[in-house]
């Protein structure tokens, strides 16, 4: 007789696994705002089929997931399996290591999702198993932990802003009803959707198209804000922005970085910082800013991710330059026509789209749809 597990009791185990996995996951999210730059973490402790302890980073500085979970468990850890989506730090930062706080909670086993990217951080598993502990993990393909904490994996293998694109566009492909136009493309929940996502951004990005058809706020007004102020980055090559432009009512809370070109007019560049802009000259020709410049200076600026709502040059740029790494695509059940503007080039064919995998499943926001793509680690 072999003597083993038997293979189906083990098929059982890993799908359980995997669906208080998908609890962590959930629970993770409720942090999308408030812990950057850390990472959205979750935590559930089970025994004998039962939660006995769950929880989330709620807030950066504050208590870590497994912390959170074994506090609300009141002394029932003992023996149970603690799923988290990401892998228990290691290190002593703001709070205390949770794998050393998992193994004096007398936890007998831990699944995690994710393995943390973290030079400092990672190793929690090995320490872990060092006491003891089971330890299964990571349970997730690496597409799958990126799609959770993207800036997060990119921030700690590239050291560089985390980009991320968002279009909203009709069936036809069409981003406004003609160009210099102000159209209103997707419906109220998908509005509140991208407000959301601004929160859980160091900077909102838009071209100086988007300016001059939309005259934006850039602020986040439709969802709880992060924990900091969003910032605004605009590119205007020319340094040119009326001075009743939306973007100014909000500098005080909001602040407002402008790009343009190193010979844009000085006048043009003291009416700006007048008006509290922060201006930055990089070098570019005409229409276009050299984006490694004003990514390297976002760098600088402490701005760790951007979220990138257009126009349609801009996001061709980044596009083609492979400078987004996650693309958030909103479409909306109608039709502009041949008038409309066109969401991508007539060659957009060329673009590198293989790269891209989807992050999650599809999202119906009212009549609108939301679908994520992660561009693959270079």
């Known amino acids: 007789m072999v003597s083993g597990r038997d293979p189906t009791d083990e098929q059982g185990e890993e799908d359980r696994d995997r669906l208080w996995l998908e609890r962590a996951r959930t629970l993770a999210h409720r942090g999308w705002g408030q812990v950057h730059p850390n990472p959205m973490v979750g935590c559930v402790l089970v025994h004998d089929g039962e939660i006995v302890g769950e929880g989330y980073h709620e807030a950066f500085g504050g208590p870590h997931a497994e912390i959170v979970a074994l506090e609300r468990a009141l002394g029932r850890a003992e023996g149970a399996t603690a799923y988290v989506s990401l892998e228990p730090c290691n290190h002593e930062g703001k709070t205390p290591p949770c794998a050393r706080a998992l193994v004096e909670a007398g936890v007998a086993r831990v699944v995690f999702g994710a393995a943390d990217p973290g030079r400092e951080s990672r190793g929690g598993a090995e320490t872990l198993r060092a006491a003891g502990v089971r330890v299964d993990g990571p349970l997730w393909s690496d597409a799958e932990a990126r799609a959770e904490n993207p800036d997060f994996f990119h921030r700690a293998r590239h050291g560089t802003p985390f980009v991320a694109l968002k279009l909203a566009m009709t069936l036809d492909a069409r981003i406004a009803a003609e160009p210099g136009a102000r159209t209103r493309v997707t419906g109220p929940e998908a509005e509140r959707e991208v407000h959301r996502l601004r929160s859980g951004c160091d900077a909102v990005m838009v071209g100086a198209g988007t300016v001059a058809a939309d005259d934006p706020r850039l602020t986040v007004r439709l969802a709880p804000p992060g924990r900091e102020p969003t910032r605004r980055i605009v590119l205007l090559p020319d340094a040119s922005l009326e001075p009743d432009a939306a973007l100014f009512e909000d500098v005080p809370e909001w602040p407002l970085h402008v790009f343009c070109r190193e010979d844009a007019r000085e006048s043009a560049m003291e009416r700006l910082e007048g008006a509290g802009a922060h201006v930055h000259p990089v070098p570019g020709s ?39 790494h996650r693309f958030y695509l909103l479409v909306a059940a109608r039709t502009f026509g041949a008038r409309g503007v066109p969401a991508f080039a007539d060659d957009a064919d060329a673009l590198d789209w293989a790269g891209f995998v989807p992050a999650g499943s599809p999202r119906l926001l009212g009549g609108d749809v939301l679908l994520a793509y992660d561009r693959g680690e270079d």
């Not at 200076?297 to 801009?314: P, Q, V």
Request: glycine share 12%; hydrophobic share 40%; proline share 0%.
């Open 286 to 324: 005409g229409e276009a800013l050299e984006l490694d410049v004003v990514l390297h200076t976002c760098g600088e600026l402490g701005i760790r991710s951007i979220l990138c709502e257009g126009g349609a040059r801009l996001a061709d740029r980044l596009l083609r330059e492979r400078r987004v």
